[in-house]
């Protein structure tokens, strides 16, 4: 594997997490260094397997969550707010207002 790139060996590594026979399976980002075309493709995964298995997944790149999620947790200052729509981001101080522009 020395001769792919550390976006593809992430991009397999989460694959191989993701079709085990886990009934939960735990993402801290996935989707950091990985190709938008690879996301894509994790998220047609993540879509397909949700309805067999649960996921926990963090990322900071919340936009790349938000059409694969059911339900939104936002773990700021040692608080957590549900996230009910992505403006709810900037309501307890995630994102800039400018960010939904």
Known sequence: MDELSGGIRRMIETLLILYTDARYVLLDEPFSNIAPLYIDELNIHIKRLKAIKGFIITDHYYQR?????????????????????????????YVPASAFE
Request: overall charge negative.
């Open 65 to 93: 969550i938000l059409d694969i999620s059911d339900r939104l947790v936002l773990l700021n200052n040692g608080c957590n707010y549900r996230i009910d729509k992505p403006e709810d981001l900037h309501t307890f101080g």
